[in-house]
């Protein structure tokens, strides 16, 4: 079913939406949430709230996306998940991602402005207009999809350790970039 | 909340059309380069098992080659060239033209067959009524009975006992190379 029809069914608050969104992007969303939980429960309890929110905010909202919108649903609460678990549970998914992304905090001096997460995220959106289809698909399917190197660099068809210094080159740009903005996190 | 918590909450607000890309592209696949060194080391590694499989199965290792005046590197003459025939055996030390000798530390070996000729100088025997023989895959062997200082009165359909040095050419029939002795178990019915 097309994503149209999927978010007229939430518009007409018909019950198959829940259906339709599960067997469409189901597996896209249990992704999402065990590549940053790691534990199969969280997952499956995240990805049942995301379309408990899915059903609570669609009306107002009818994305452009409906992939993009389930995913950064599901990525939020695997998120806020992970925070409630990691005094008792340490995850390999978020932290090994977190552990990464500290790559990229620009090294803000003085006159560098702080920056809302939301402001933040366009400026990430921004770095990534400016880079190869490769580079961006690469960025976005390990930071945002939480995507394992060793997946990637098998889907690409080189070897992980050559694929871990592509990311560290495109952390290091994405730190340059938000340098140059005057941007401090 | 770190930097790094910040930026992992911020990836989550990159644009859906981005998000939406990234999910359906496709990776133009890098072709591996081969690694030459490992693949010439793979085929001379292979050259030599395809070479040294092929030196045990034509008998190199038992005798050498045979030279062309019928005797090979080591002294030992062969016979039955005619039919291409081949030693299996170990080494001879003591060999001399024309005539072959055991390895000095060579075993006997004994086994059953029913005679199924008998010629001057040689028997022709057979494995016993559903037995194959132990010694070759033959299923005739030549056994020579020149050499012998006793040997019995045979007759077609004898069992019998051969001690041998267990050295057989794959001629067809096969004939062993040097018979010990020969030893009637059972006369012919």
């Not at chain 2, 050498?64 to 590197?73: F, K, L």
Request: with cysteine.
């Amino acid at each position: 079913m097309e994503d149209a029809a999927i978010i007229n069914l939430y518009w007409q608050r018909d019950e198959q939406a829940i259906a339709e969104t599960d067997g469409k992007y189901g597996p896209f969303c249990h992704r999402i949430a065990m590549n940053i939980l790691r534990s199969f429960p969280d997952s499956e309890e995240c990805v049942s709230d995301t379309y408990g929110r899915a059903w609570d905010t669609m009306p107002p909202q009818r994305p452009d996306s409906l992939r993009a919108y389930l995913g950064r649903i599901v990525r939020n609460l695997s998120i806020s998940r992970y925070r409630s678990i990691h005094a008792q549970k340490r995850g390999e998914g978020a932290e090994v991602l977190l552990s990464e992304l500290g790559d990229c905090v620009p090294s803000g001096d003085a006159t560098a402005r702080t920056v809302e997460v939301r402001e933040l995220g366009e400026l990430i959106s921004r770095y990534l207009d400016g880079l190869a289809a490769d580079d961006r698909t690469l960025f976005i399917r390990r930071y945002w999809n939480g995507d394992a190197v060793s997946e990637l660099a098998g889907e690409i068809g080189v070897r992980p350790n050559s694929l871990t210094k592509r990311l560290l080159r495109l952390r290091e740009g994405l730190r340059r970039y938000l340098e140059g903005e005057g941007v401090r996190v | 909340m770190s930097g790094a918590e910040k930026l992992f909450d911020a990836v989550t607000g990159i644009r859906d059309d981005l998000i939406e890309e990234a999910q359906s592209y496709v990776f133009p696949r890098h072709k591996r380069t081969i690694p030459y060194r490992r693949l010439a080391a793979m085929a001379a590694c292979l050259a030599v098992v395809l070479g040294l499989t092929a030196a045990i199965r034509s008998g190199v290792f038992y005798m050498g080659s045979p030279s062309s005046d019928g005797v090979d590197s080591n002294g030992a003459g062969w016979t039955g060239g005619d039919s291409g025939s081949n030693w299996t055996g170990g080494d001879n030390e003591n060999a001399s033209t024309g005539e072959s000798s055991p390895p000095e530390d060579a075993e006997a070996i004994t086994f059953t067959a029913v005679v199924a000729e008998v010629h001057d100088a040689y028997l022709v025997v057979e494995p016993p009524e559903g037995e194959k023989l132990l010694l070759s895959t033959a299923d005739r062997i030549e056994v020579p009975t020149g050499d012998l200082e006793e040997l019995p009165a045979l007759q077609v359909g004898d069992t019998v006992e051969i001690t041998c040095t267990g050295e057989v050419m794959e001629t067809y029939p096969a004939r062993l190379t040097e018979v010990l002795s020969i030893e009637v178990l059972e006369p012919a019915p």
